[in-house]
């Protein structure tokens, strides 16, 4: 089993529309997560942290569920702009500073 | 407030042949994390650097080794280049300090392209 796992998609939905990205990672002991945005050819940009009791930034709404170990990432009523791939970053174990990534989602917002 | 800078932007090499790249982090941060990123792929992460020391390394071999220096600026240095090698090399900061954080702040790369 992969150390983080994302659906690569692509997604593709119309603007306005509501999508959700589901990352799951393998090590329990995990204990912080991102979600990144990277549009083709440019570096990650950190779009949010995902708390234990979830956050909410403007259209974005970011979940962590430890029993299940999985990660959401939730946008409402999406733009062109937000196409783009997004992609999971937890952290190792414990102290351990290494962040592993996922491979990333891809999004496509259609007019 | 100037956020990660990484120079080159591109360059083109040649097989066999030695490479440094250079970054600065975003004011304030202390700690400078090197990814190499193929096209299509998630960033693979390298190493790294916290106190001029490397922390962490990833399943990079020895032809990739790095430096940190007092003013937490980083140089990523590859030896013996592959074709392999050719992506986008990323320069992450962020603020460790006495705490943990590892929220990371990306530069816009450098693209290596190997002939």
């Known amino acids: 089993r992969k150390e983080v796992e994302q659906d690569p998609g692509p997604f593709n939905v119309p603007e306005g529309a509501t999508v959700a990205f589901n990352c799951t990672y393998s090590n329990s002991a995990s204990q912080s997560f991102f979600w990144y945005r990277q549009d083709c050819r440019k570096e990650p940009k950190l779009l949010m942290s995902?708390?234990?009791?979830?956050n909410e930034d403007g259209r974005f709404t970011a979940q962590l569920n430890r029993a299940s170990q999985y990660i959401s990432l939730l946008i409402r009523d999406s733009k062109l702009s937000d196409s783009a791939t997004y992609l999971c970053v937890v952290n190792g174990a414990g102290n351990n500073r290494k962040l592993i990534w996922g491979l990333g989602t891809s999004l496509a917002v259609n007019p | 407030d100037a956020g990660v800078t990484q120079s080159p932007t591109h360059l083109i090499k040649t097989r066999g042949q030695q490479v440094t790249l250079r970054c600065s982090p975003k004011?304030?941060?202390?700690?400078v994390s090197w990814y190499q990123q193929a096209l299509g792929q998630g960033p693979q992460f390298i190493f790294q650097?916290?106190?001029?020391?490397?922390?962490q390394r990833g399943n990079f071999p020895d032809r990739f080794s790095g430096h940190q220096f007092p003013n937490y600026s980083s140089e990523l240095n590859v030896n013996a280049l592959l074709l392999g090698d050719s992506a986008l090399y990323l320069c992450a900061s962020s603020l460790v300090g006495g705490g943990i954080s590892y929220e990371q702040y990306f530069g816009p790369g450098t693209r290596l392209t190997v002939t």
């Open positions: 650097y916290y106190e001029e020391e490397e922390r």
């Open positions: 995902v708390y234990s009791s979830g």
């Open positions: 004011s304030g941060h202390d700690t």
